[in-house]
């Protein structure tokens, strides 16, 4: 498995404000998967994220990525995994307003030595004829197109998405769906997307149902449908 997790947990608080949102979570996603985390609000499957992505301390339990545990990582080292590991994309966007979309890529392709080709990606996200443009002149599809291709030019081996359609039409949620696909099929990136959208499922390979904290199930898509023709986005 390129991702491991046994008897994860993870809580908040204490005394009377105290919350376990992880209470022992094991599972598992084989690399060059796109997997689907779902679940009703307060489930867990954000928190679930940022531990696997090393934005949240974890408790106790195991985490391994690639072989690599990141569950006792200290502060320094847990930078160093999510900038060689990790590309993050959210439901808003966080692109920096006074640079192009040039310019905003080109902030991540500095942090790694084997950046994937600008022009390459680019041309693959639909986004040559706009790289020129400020964020303020781009719709929302091409904002979020931007801060997929912010999280892909240091060419990461795990790709985390947090609700990435969540702040967008049903039309433009097919076209960033699409190329989510796309990418996939064309660099093997393994992808985790935290989504409230039902459909979504029917298009990756690996889907998590997380309740209350626990795995409620886990299952290997055999009827995957192409993203074009998902319904009811």
């Not at 949102?21 to 307060?42: A, D, F, P, R, Y």
């Amino acid at each position: 498995m390129f991702i491991e997790i046994k008897d994860l947990k993870k809580a908040y608080g204490e005394g009377g404000s105290y919350n376990e949102v992880l209470k022992g979570i094991n599972t598992g996603v084989e690399e060059g998967e796109m997997c689907v985390i779902q679940g009703t609000s307060g489930s867990g499957k954000s928190t679930l994220l940022n531990c696997i992505g090393g934005l949240d301390d974890i408790d106790s339990g195991s985490c391994k990525v690639d072989g690599f545990e990141i569950a006792d990582l200290k502060k320094d080292a847990l930078s160093d995994y999510r900038r060689d590991y990790l590309g993050f994309i959210f439901q808003f966007y966080n692109l920096v307003p006074n640079l192009t979309v040039r310019e905003n890529i080109e902030v991540c392709r500095y942090l790694t030595d084997s950046p994937l080709d600008m022009e390459d990606l680019l041309e693959t996200l639909g986004l040559k004829e706009h790289q020129n443009k400020f964020p303020s002149q781009l719709s929302g599809g091409q904002q979020q197109r931007t801060a997929i291709a912010r999280a892909l030019i240091k060419n990461p081996k795990l790709l985390l998405c947090d609700e990435p359609t969540g702040a967008l039409d049903s039309k433009t949620s097919r076209d960033i769906l699409i190329l989510l696909e796309k990418i996939n099929k064309k660099y093997g990136t393994t992808m985790l997307i935290v989504t409230h959208n039902n459909s979504i499922k029917n298009m990756v390979h690996r889907v998590i149902f997380i309740k209350d904290g626990l795995i409620g199930k886990t299952y290997t898509n055999e009827t995957r449908v192409a993203a074009k023709d998902l319904e009811d986005l």
